[in-house]
């Protein structure tokens, strides 16, 4: 079974550009996630969306962050423009269901270095 | 509202002794509780999951963690250290059954194993 594929791997911009992850979360797992991990912190989780739908978005910075999942598969996070504490390692997490005691799965991370 | 707290940032212990990563965690609901391991360069991988069953909780490799509710803890254990442990580790808080779990992160525990 693959599992949580994530690109690029490695991204560098300059601060007020703009810059996008993208994500493809195991086959047939409805549920994903968008963390952001910085150096030194645990994941803070951006956006939660069950297939299509947002299920929370509490803390994605909405002046600056979007993220979508037009078909329920495949996922997009974009930051614009990019700030210098936006330095960080953006991580795809999926799992089968919503609910909160399932076990999430994630990919290996995109680390972003805004300059 | 919910937290999660890891009271060690850096363990480090010799190989073949016990392991102790501690965390404490507060919940308006019944939680779900995780453990998660951050190998470097590699991505999380669920250790062991507590969700409402029994309060002793067997993971992978060897680890382990007990349920106090009277505590509000969920300590992680591991009875003799390998050097293939060595790694950050996560403890995670999730309320249950919302749809819209929030899921928390602590800030992690680097685990350090000496020869």
């Known amino acids: 079974e693959a599992g949580v594929a994530q690109s690029p791997r490695y991204k560098i911009i300059e601060k007020r550009q703009s810059v996008a992850f993208w994500c493809n979360p195991i086959?047939?797992?409805?549920?994903l996630y968008w963390y952001q991990q910085i150096l030194g912190q645990g994941p803070k989780l951006l956006i939660q969306?069950?297939?299509?739908?947002?299920?929370?978005d509490s803390q994605l910075p909405k002046d600056r962050f979007s993220a979508e999942r037009l078909k329920g598969v495949d996922s997009t996070l974009k930051i614009q423009p990019a700030k210098l504490e936006d330095s960080a390692v953006y991580l795809c997490?999926?799992?089968?269901?919503?609910?909160?005691?399932?076990?999430?799965?994630f990919g290996p991370g995109t680390r972003l270095t805004v300059l | 509202a919910q937290s999660v707290t890891q009271l060690d940032s850096h363990v480090s212990v010799s190989e073949g002794t016990p392991v102790l990563l501690r965390c404490n965690y507060s919940?308006?609901?019944?939680?779900?509780l995780f453990w998660y391991v951050q190998h470097p360069n590699k991505g999380l991988q669920l250790l062991l999951k507590?969700?409402?069953?029994?309060?002793l909780v067997k993971g992978i490799n060897g680890f382990e963690a007990e349920f106090k509710k009277s505590e509000t803890s969920f300590h992680l254990t591991k009875p003799s250290a390998h050097m293939s442990d060595a790694a950050e580790y996560f403890c995670v808080v999730s309320d249950r059954p919302s749809s819209a779990s929030k899921i928390i992160f602590g800030s992690g525990t680097r685990l350090s194993i000496r020869p």
């Open positions: 997490a999926s799992s089968s269901r919503t609910s909160g005691n399932n076990e999430q799965f």
């Open positions: 919940s308006s609901y019944s939680p779900s």
């Open positions: 086959s047939g797992h409805a549920t």
């Open positions: 969306f069950q297939n299509n739908g947002v299920v929370d």
């Open positions: 507590y969700t409402s069953a029994a309060t």
